[in-house]
């Protein structure tokens, strides 16, 4: 029992071994259904998102000026466009 516990162990490195070093074992892998939330993320530039005096949404790359609060924003480099902002009561 313990010989195909072994046999066992040994299997399972040697195919992670082989999918570590082998591109096309690796392509394989990454089209199986879920793959891509094994991939880490990278994400795009920060972003800043506060109110200003008027009370209206400002989102920059450019932190706001001293002594108002903000958001850091990150989005993943895959995403080409940006949420629109809440709007506030009235609009």
Do not use: C
């Amino acid at each position: 029992m313990k010989k195909l516990a072994w046999v066992l162990v040994l299997g399972v490195i040697g195919v992670v071994s082989y999918a570590y070093v082998s591109p096309a074992f690796r392509a394989r892998l990454e089209r199986l259904p879920g793959a891509d939330l094994l991939r880490k993320r990278t994400h795009g530039p920060r972003l800043y998102k506060w109110r200003d005096r008027r009370g209206r949404w400002q989102i920059s790359d450019t932190p706001p000026p001293q002594g108002i609060p903000y958001k850091v924003l990150r989005y993943p480099n895959d995403l080409n466009v940006l949420p629109p902002p809440p709007q506030g009561p009235g609009r």
